[in-house]
């Protein structure tokens, strides 16, 4: 009954107050009925993960506690020998374990631990798995009715979206999400919402979300939400150019080593410090993200390391490792990294006066960002683009076809190759009414059939 309890108490509020009574479950259980205890166990770290810098200690107890209990080689169990090694030995002792434990969640059974999955996919830097796992679950969740798991696998994946550059599919998850979430009482995770927010640029409406996640926080005792927001800060302001804003920012939220959040953060805190002026400060942040992606060795963090050695000049070959962040990005699913990437390299190619070189890095960017919707770095990428000679023409599109959230959901799962009746299965409607509102969809887009919805959904 003390575990139910402490479980409850995790799933409505993941804060510092559900850390202590689930770990003292775990050690009630850890005698009496092992497996159960590690279950228990990748609870309370979980539990302490997502209140991070507000745990008081809880993390670095659990994690010692749980390693007293015999491993298993079931995912979470994986997980938890992971995130154990994770606090109590350092990042490179856990890469293994977290990576292996990524590569064992090939059954739908295990999509419940997407919540952990999640952050971990970002902390080892493996974006195969991530987009995979996200993929993979809002299938699963729509096929069975999951609506337990339907809110948040609609949120991850919404997140991997917004970094693949696909902005508005990202915000018609959410939409899905939050309405499920108001029917259901299950609130939704921020942290998809916020890195959107961050990345569209719209200053006003961003700050605000922000802020509203600084002041939950700290009631529910969520610390880890602390990291996101400042991280979310410091992209909106590293994307409007507020680079003094974004450094104080980022060297906040990087003041605690957030599950996943602290290496996004680090490379916001080089570029911010390298447009501040503080190039100790971001020689430093580079040096640290270095033990992480050297660790990690997947392209993701190659092509990131590469960045933070360009900005900061470390490697006495600028050139030659923007050069590689773009070629690590090109014809994977990053686009939004990708895009930063050549606005970087744009930037410095500018600095030193190759206008001509710069143009065609500065161009792609900008062209990127504008289709993204990503609308600070879209018009720092125009400043720059104007700064080389060259005339930024605003796009001057039609009146929007306007979708309604059901037919754009009806939509996105015609163009991911779902029948009528699948559709229907997934949004409890009829194959019928199904086709009623595709002729209305393609009636809006001025199409005639589902060979042309996928690239009529791009161009809108």
């Known amino acids: ?79 938890l020998t992971g995130l154990t090694a994770w606090t109590l030995d350092g990042y490179a002792s856990a890469v293994p374990h977290l990576r292996r434990a990524l590569e064992t969640m090939t059954a739908d059974e295990n999509l419940h631990l997407l919540w952990l999955a999640g952050p971990v996919a970002h902390e080892v830097w493996d974006d195969a798995a991530w987009f995979r796992l996200t993929e993979r679950a809002v299938g699963f969740a729509r096929a069975t009715g999951a609506l337990s798991l339907l809110p948040t696998a609609l949120s991850f994946r919404s997140g991997a979206l917004v970094f693949a550059g696909r902005f ?19 609130a939704m995770h921020p942290s998809a919402s916020l890195t959107l927010a961050a990345h569209r640029g719209r200053e006003l409406p961003a700050m605000e979300l922000i802020d509203a996640t600084v002041k939950d926080a700290d009631a529910r005792g969520e610390g880890r939400l602390l990291g996101l927001a400042g991280y979310a800060r410091a992209v909106l ?27 996004w953060t680090l490379g916001e805190l080089v570029e911010a410090a390298v447009r501040a002026g503080e190039a100790e400060v971001a020689a430093e942040a580079s040096e640290r993200l270095a033990e992480r992606t050297g660790a990690a060795g997947t392209g993701w963090a190659f092509g990131v390391q590469a960045l933070a050695d360009a900005l900061t000049g470390a490697s006495g070959k600028i050139e030659d490792r923007y050069r ?81 959230p059901q037919e754009a959901q009806i939509a996105r799962l015609a163009v991911a190759g779902r029948t009528n009746p699948e559709i229907g299965a997934a ?23 589902r060979r042309e919805l996928a690239a009529a959904l791009r161009d809108r």
Do not use: C
């Open 237 to 263: 302001s590293n994307g409007l150019g507020h680079y003094p804003g974004a450094l104080k920012a980022a060297r906040q939220a990087a003041e605690y080593e957030d599950l996943a959040v602290y290496n």
């Open 168 to 186: 508005a599919d990202a915000a018609g998850l959410l939409d899905e999400a939050d309405a499920l979430g108001q029917a259901t009482g299950m």
């Open 427 to 449: 949004l409890f409607l009829s194959p019928r009414t199904v086709e009623w509102h595709l002729r209305k969809v393609f009636t809006k887009l001025g199409i005639g059939s």
């Open 324 to 404: 590689e962040a773009v070629e690590r990005f090109t014809g994977g699913q990053l686009g939004l990294q990708l895009a930063r990437a050549r606005l970087l390299y744009g930037e410095w190619l500018r600095r030193e006066n190759r206008r001509a070189d710069a143009r065609t890095q500065l161009r792609a960017a900008h062209e990127a960002f504008v289709t993204m919707g990503a609308e600070g770095f879209a018009e720092r990428a125009g400043r720059e683009l104007f700064a080389t000679g060259e005339t930024v023409r605003k796009r001057t599109l039609g009146e929007p076809v306007e979708l309604t």
């Open 1 to 79: 009954m003390t575990r139910l309890r402490a479980q409850v108490a995790f799933a409505l509020n993941p804060g510092n107050a559900a850390g202590p009574p689930l770990l003292a479950a775990a050690r009630r259980l850890a005698e009496l009925d092992p497996p159960t205890a590690r279950t228990t166990y990748l609870s309370a770290v979980g539990a302490a993960v997502h209140a991070g810098r507000l745990a008081d200690g809880d993390l670095r107890r659990a994690a010692e506690a749980a390693r007293g209990v015999p491993a298993g080689d079931e995912p979470a169990d994986l997980f």
